[in-house]
Protein backbone atom coordinates (compact mmCIF):
# COMPACT_ATOMS: atom_id res chain seq x y z
CA UNK A 1 0.00 0.00 0.00
CA UNK A 2 1.52 3.42 -1.15
CA UNK A 3 1.48 6.14 1.55
CA UNK A 4 -1.08 7.79 -1.20
CA UNK A 5 -3.90 5.15 -0.19
CA UNK A 6 -3.27 4.87 3.53
CA UNK A 7 -3.78 8.36 3.95
CA UNK A 8 -7.21 7.89 1.97
CA UNK A 9 -7.72 5.38 3.74
CA UNK A 10 -7.51 7.06 7.14
CA UNK A 11 -10.84 9.36 6.99
CA UNK A 12 -12.93 6.11 6.96
CA UNK A 13 -11.33 4.79 9.51
CA UNK A 14 -12.37 7.63 11.81
CA UNK A 15 -15.81 7.55 10.49
CA UNK A 16 -15.87 3.80 11.57
CA UNK A 17 -14.58 4.84 15.01
CA UNK A 18 -17.36 7.64 15.68
CA UNK A 19 -20.15 5.23 15.27
CA UNK A 20 -18.67 2.94 17.64
CA UNK A 21 -17.89 5.69 20.31
CA UNK A 22 -22.12 6.47 20.00
CA UNK A 23 -22.87 2.98 20.25
CA UNK A 24 -20.86 2.60 23.41
CA UNK A 25 -22.51 5.93 25.04
CA UNK A 26 -25.87 4.48 23.87
CA UNK A 27 -25.21 1.25 25.99
CA UNK A 28 -23.99 3.57 28.89
CA UNK A 29 -27.12 5.21 28.87
CA UNK A 30 -29.28 1.47 28.64
CA UNK A 31 -26.93 0.54 31.47
CA UNK A 32 -28.24 3.82 33.60
CA UNK A 33 -32.02 3.66 32.95
CA UNK A 34 -32.52 -0.64 33.07
CA UNK A 35 -29.81 -1.90 35.55
CA UNK A 36 -30.80 0.28 38.95
CA UNK A 37 -34.69 -1.33 38.50
CA UNK A 38 -33.67 -4.78 37.90
CA UNK A 39 -30.84 -4.65 40.23
CA UNK A 40 -33.72 -3.25 42.95
CA UNK A 41 -36.13 -6.14 41.79
CA UNK A 42 -33.61 -8.82 42.17
CA UNK A 43 -32.38 -7.67 45.67
CA UNK A 44 -35.23 -7.23 47.01
CA UNK A 45 -37.28 -10.74 45.67
CA UNK A 46 -34.05 -12.43 45.19
CA UNK A 47 -31.17 -11.82 47.10
CA UNK A 48 -32.79 -10.73 50.20
CA UNK A 49 -34.49 -13.98 50.94
CA UNK A 50 -31.61 -15.95 49.93
CA UNK A 51 -29.94 -14.43 52.99
CA UNK A 52 -32.99 -14.51 55.05
CA UNK A 53 -33.10 -17.89 54.85
CA UNK A 54 -29.75 -18.29 55.51
CA UNK A 55 -29.76 -16.39 58.29
CA UNK A 56 -33.25 -18.04 59.61
CA UNK A 57 -31.30 -21.26 59.55
CA UNK A 58 -29.22 -20.49 62.68
CA UNK A 59 -32.52 -20.43 64.71
CA UNK A 60 -35.02 -22.45 66.04
CA UNK A 61 -37.96 -20.35 64.80
CA UNK A 62 -41.41 -20.92 64.29
CA UNK A 63 -42.14 -17.67 62.26
CA UNK A 64 -43.59 -15.90 64.68
CA UNK A 65 -42.27 -12.38 66.47
CA UNK A 66 -38.36 -12.09 65.83
CA UNK A 67 -35.86 -15.31 65.51
CA UNK A 68 -34.19 -15.21 69.01
CA UNK A 69 -33.27 -18.96 69.86
CA UNK A 70 -29.79 -19.17 68.40
CA UNK A 71 -29.30 -23.01 68.05
CA UNK A 72 -26.02 -22.60 65.28
CA UNK A 73 -25.74 -25.68 62.98
CA UNK A 74 -28.33 -27.84 64.68
CA UNK A 75 -30.79 -27.46 62.28
CA UNK A 76 -28.37 -28.60 59.66
CA UNK A 77 -27.07 -31.73 62.20
CA UNK A 78 -30.92 -32.81 62.74
CA UNK A 79 -31.59 -32.48 58.72
CA UNK A 80 -28.22 -35.09 57.45
CA UNK A 81 -29.23 -37.35 60.07
CA UNK A 82 -33.03 -37.48 59.49
CA UNK A 83 -33.54 -40.67 57.52
CA UNK A 84 -36.53 -39.11 55.64
CA UNK A 85 -34.15 -36.51 54.34
CA UNK A 86 -31.69 -39.09 52.69
CA UNK A 87 -34.57 -40.69 51.18
CA UNK A 88 -35.85 -37.63 49.38
CA UNK A 89 -32.22 -36.60 48.28
CA UNK A 90 -31.91 -40.43 46.90
CA UNK A 91 -35.29 -39.73 45.20
CA UNK A 92 -34.18 -36.81 43.67
CA UNK A 93 -30.94 -38.47 42.27
CA UNK A 94 -33.37 -41.63 41.27
CA UNK A 95 -35.18 -38.60 39.15
CA UNK A 96 -32.14 -37.08 37.34
CA UNK A 97 -30.84 -40.89 36.78
CA UNK A 98 -33.93 -41.91 35.06
CA UNK A 99 -34.24 -38.46 33.05
CA UNK A 100 -31.10 -38.54 31.68
CA UNK A 101 -31.18 -42.13 30.69
CA UNK A 102 -34.56 -42.58 30.06
CA UNK A 103 -36.45 -39.92 29.23
CA UNK A 104 -34.11 -37.28 26.93
CA UNK A 105 -33.35 -40.57 24.93
CA UNK A 106 -36.72 -41.53 24.20
CA UNK A 107 -37.26 -37.71 23.31
CA UNK A 108 -34.77 -37.68 21.40
CA UNK A 109 -35.43 -40.74 19.50
CA UNK A 110 -39.27 -38.80 18.79
CA UNK A 111 -38.09 -35.87 17.96
CA UNK A 112 -35.70 -37.07 15.16
CA UNK A 113 -38.66 -39.66 13.52
CA UNK A 114 -40.73 -36.71 13.98
CA UNK A 115 -38.65 -34.10 12.83
CA UNK A 116 -39.07 -34.25 9.17
CA UNK A 117 -42.15 -33.40 6.76
CA UNK A 118 -44.30 -36.41 7.12
CA UNK A 119 -47.79 -36.22 7.21
CA UNK A 120 -49.27 -35.31 10.32
CA UNK A 121 -46.09 -34.84 12.10
CA UNK A 122 -47.45 -31.20 13.50
CA UNK A 123 -50.11 -33.52 15.19
CA UNK A 124 -47.81 -35.41 16.44
CA UNK A 125 -45.85 -32.62 17.95
CA UNK A 126 -49.34 -31.11 19.55
CA UNK A 127 -50.12 -34.54 21.13
CA UNK A 128 -46.59 -35.09 22.76
CA UNK A 129 -46.46 -31.45 23.92
CA UNK A 130 -49.59 -31.08 25.37
CA UNK A 131 -49.06 -32.17 28.85
CA UNK A 132 -46.71 -29.94 29.31
CA UNK A 133 -48.59 -27.18 28.79
CA UNK A 134 -50.80 -28.61 31.78
CA UNK A 135 -49.93 -27.43 35.11
CA UNK A 136 -48.23 -29.57 37.17
CA UNK A 137 -51.05 -29.99 40.20
CA UNK A 138 -53.26 -30.52 37.28
CA UNK A 139 -51.31 -33.25 35.98
CA UNK A 140 -50.71 -35.00 40.31
CA UNK A 141 -54.66 -34.56 40.27
CA UNK A 142 -55.55 -36.46 37.15
CA UNK A 143 -52.70 -38.88 37.96
CA UNK A 144 -53.51 -39.61 41.18
CA UNK A 145 -57.03 -40.93 40.04
CA UNK A 146 -55.70 -42.49 36.73
CA UNK A 147 -53.86 -44.98 39.75
CA UNK A 148 -56.74 -45.36 42.14
CA UNK A 149 -57.72 -49.11 42.32
CA UNK A 150 -61.53 -47.94 43.00
CA UNK A 151 -62.30 -45.73 40.15
CA UNK A 152 -59.19 -45.28 37.91
CA UNK A 153 -57.61 -46.60 35.55
CA UNK A 154 -56.02 -49.24 37.68
CA UNK A 155 -58.94 -50.07 38.77
CA UNK A 156 -60.27 -51.27 35.97
CA UNK A 157 -57.72 -53.08 34.57
CA UNK A 158 -57.22 -55.17 37.86
CA UNK A 159 -61.04 -55.89 37.32
CA UNK A 160 -60.82 -56.67 33.66
CA UNK A 161 -58.59 -59.26 34.52
CA UNK A 162 -60.46 -60.67 37.35
CA UNK A 163 -57.72 -59.42 40.32
CA UNK A 164 -58.71 -57.40 43.22
CA UNK A 165 -58.19 -53.59 42.88
CA UNK A 166 -54.52 -52.80 43.09
CA UNK A 167 -53.68 -49.47 44.63
CA UNK A 168 -50.24 -48.33 43.16
CA UNK A 169 -50.19 -44.97 45.18
CA UNK A 170 -50.33 -47.06 48.68
CA UNK A 171 -47.68 -49.81 47.59
CA UNK A 172 -44.16 -48.33 49.25
CA UNK A 173 -42.53 -50.62 47.06
CA UNK A 174 -43.84 -49.21 43.51
CA UNK A 175 -45.30 -46.13 44.61
CA UNK A 176 -42.21 -44.02 43.40
CA UNK A 177 -42.73 -45.63 39.77
CA UNK A 178 -45.74 -43.75 39.27
CA UNK A 179 -43.93 -40.65 40.11
CA UNK A 180 -41.53 -41.57 37.65
CA UNK A 181 -44.41 -42.33 34.99
CA UNK A 182 -45.96 -38.62 35.60
CA UNK A 183 -42.48 -36.92 34.91
CA UNK A 184 -42.00 -38.87 31.89
CA UNK A 185 -44.98 -37.99 30.61
CA UNK A 186 -45.05 -34.52 31.66
CA UNK A 187 -41.85 -33.59 30.48
CA UNK A 188 -40.88 -35.41 27.41
CA UNK A 189 -42.88 -33.00 25.35
CA UNK A 190 -40.72 -30.10 26.29
CA UNK A 191 -36.96 -32.01 25.63
CA UNK A 192 -38.47 -33.58 22.35
CA UNK A 193 -39.50 -29.66 20.64
CA UNK A 194 -36.07 -28.92 22.17
CA UNK A 195 -34.19 -31.40 19.97
CA UNK A 196 -36.73 -30.58 16.80
CA UNK A 197 -35.72 -27.10 17.61
CA UNK A 198 -32.49 -28.02 17.06
CA UNK A 199 -32.98 -31.14 14.20
CA UNK A 200 -34.47 -27.96 12.26
CA UNK A 201 -31.80 -25.73 12.27
CA UNK A 202 -28.95 -28.49 10.55
CA UNK A 203 -27.87 -28.23 6.89
CA UNK A 204 -29.92 -30.69 5.09
CA UNK A 205 -27.19 -30.64 2.43
CA UNK A 206 -24.80 -32.08 4.82
CA UNK A 207 -26.97 -35.02 5.31
CA UNK A 208 -27.61 -35.55 1.63
CA UNK A 209 -23.63 -35.12 0.94
CA UNK A 210 -23.10 -37.88 3.26
CA UNK A 211 -25.96 -39.80 1.54
CA UNK A 212 -24.45 -39.28 -1.22
CA UNK A 213 -21.14 -40.73 -0.17
CA UNK A 214 -22.68 -44.02 1.35
CA UNK A 215 -22.99 -43.19 4.99
CA UNK A 216 -25.67 -44.91 6.45
CA UNK A 217 -28.47 -43.72 8.29
CA UNK A 218 -26.67 -44.25 11.62
CA UNK A 219 -23.88 -43.23 10.41
CA UNK A 220 -25.30 -39.66 9.46
CA UNK A 221 -27.53 -39.73 12.99
CA UNK A 222 -24.13 -40.45 14.83
CA UNK A 223 -21.07 -38.64 12.85
CA UNK A 224 -23.83 -35.37 11.73
CA UNK A 225 -26.76 -35.32 13.48
CA UNK A 226 -25.75 -35.47 17.09
CA UNK A 227 -22.55 -33.35 17.00
CA UNK A 228 -24.26 -30.68 15.48
CA UNK A 229 -27.36 -31.13 18.09
CA UNK A 230 -24.74 -30.81 21.30
CA UNK A 231 -25.63 -27.10 22.30
CA UNK A 232 -29.01 -28.04 22.59
CA UNK A 233 -28.54 -31.77 24.18
CA UNK A 234 -26.59 -30.06 26.53
CA UNK A 235 -29.42 -27.28 27.42
CA UNK A 236 -31.78 -29.74 27.61
CA UNK A 237 -30.00 -32.19 30.20
CA UNK A 238 -29.46 -28.56 32.31
CA UNK A 239 -33.23 -28.28 32.60
CA UNK A 240 -33.40 -31.91 33.18
CA UNK A 241 -31.56 -31.74 36.21
CA UNK A 242 -32.60 -28.29 37.40
CA UNK A 243 -36.23 -29.65 37.21
CA UNK A 244 -35.66 -32.64 39.17
CA UNK A 245 -34.12 -31.21 42.00
CA UNK A 246 -36.71 -28.91 42.56
CA UNK A 247 -40.00 -31.59 41.69
CA UNK A 248 -42.62 -30.36 43.63
CA UNK A 249 -46.00 -29.22 42.08
CA UNK A 250 -46.74 -33.07 41.01
CA UNK A 251 -45.62 -35.14 44.26
CA UNK A 252 -47.92 -32.92 46.51
CA UNK A 253 -51.71 -33.60 44.37
CA UNK A 254 -50.12 -37.38 43.59
CA UNK A 255 -48.43 -39.07 46.21
CA UNK A 256 -48.38 -36.39 49.09
CA UNK A 257 -44.87 -37.65 50.17
CA UNK A 258 -46.45 -40.99 50.95
CA UNK A 259 -46.94 -44.12 51.59
CA UNK A 260 -44.23 -43.41 54.78
CA UNK A 261 -42.87 -40.48 53.10
CA UNK A 262 -41.41 -42.94 50.33
CA UNK A 263 -41.94 -40.48 47.57
CA UNK A 264 -40.73 -37.40 49.09
CA UNK A 265 -38.40 -34.86 47.17
CA UNK A 266 -36.51 -32.64 48.97
CA UNK A 267 -38.45 -29.85 48.39
CA UNK A 268 -41.51 -31.75 49.11
CA UNK A 269 -39.34 -32.67 52.50
CA UNK A 270 -38.99 -29.15 53.25
CA UNK A 271 -42.91 -28.28 52.44
CA UNK A 272 -44.11 -31.45 54.82
CA UNK A 273 -41.39 -31.32 57.73
CA UNK A 274 -40.59 -27.80 57.73
CA UNK A 275 -43.69 -25.09 56.78
CA UNK A 276 -46.68 -27.38 57.76
CA UNK A 277 -45.05 -27.87 61.15
CA UNK A 278 -44.28 -24.45 61.50
CA UNK A 279 -40.22 -25.11 61.73
CA UNK A 280 -39.03 -22.47 59.83
CA UNK A 281 -35.64 -22.13 61.04
CA UNK A 282 -35.41 -25.71 59.91
CA UNK A 283 -37.38 -25.42 56.34
CA UNK A 284 -34.90 -22.59 56.07
CA UNK A 285 -32.16 -24.82 56.52
CA UNK A 286 -33.80 -27.34 54.06
CA UNK A 287 -33.38 -24.17 51.54
CA UNK A 288 -30.22 -23.67 51.96
CA UNK A 289 -28.90 -27.09 50.96
CA UNK A 290 -31.21 -27.23 48.07
CA UNK A 291 -30.04 -23.70 47.04
CA UNK A 292 -26.12 -24.76 47.22
CA UNK A 293 -27.29 -27.96 45.17
CA UNK A 294 -28.56 -26.17 42.57
CA UNK A 295 -26.41 -23.22 42.06
CA UNK A 296 -23.11 -25.71 42.30
CA UNK A 297 -24.51 -27.85 39.55
CA UNK A 298 -25.62 -24.60 37.73
CA UNK A 299 -22.22 -22.63 37.71
CA UNK A 300 -20.27 -25.95 37.32
CA UNK A 301 -22.08 -27.08 34.32
CA UNK A 302 -21.51 -24.21 32.55
CA UNK A 303 -18.41 -23.70 33.49
CA UNK A 304 -17.21 -27.74 32.36
CA UNK A 305 -19.94 -28.28 29.94
CA UNK A 306 -21.68 -25.55 28.10
CA UNK A 307 -18.81 -23.02 28.52
CA UNK A 308 -18.16 -23.03 24.46
CA UNK A 309 -22.02 -22.58 23.42
Known amino acids: MTVATY ?26 VFLPPALLLFTVFVFLPIAEAGWYGFFNWNGYGRPEKFIGLKNYGYLFSNPTFTRSLINNGIIIVFSLVIQLPLALAVAVMIAGRLVGAVWFRMIFFLPYVLADVAAGVIWHFMFDGDYGLAGAITTALGAPPYFLLADKTWAFSAVLIVVLWKYFGFHMMLYIAGLQGIDPALLEAAEMDGASPFQRFWHITLPLLGPMLRLSVFFSVIGALQLFDIIVPLTGGG ?51
Open 7 to 32: AEAQPAATAYTEPARRMTLNGWAIVV
Open 259 to 309: PFESTNTMVSFLYYFGLTRMRIGFSSAVGVVLFIICVTFAFGYQRLVMRDD
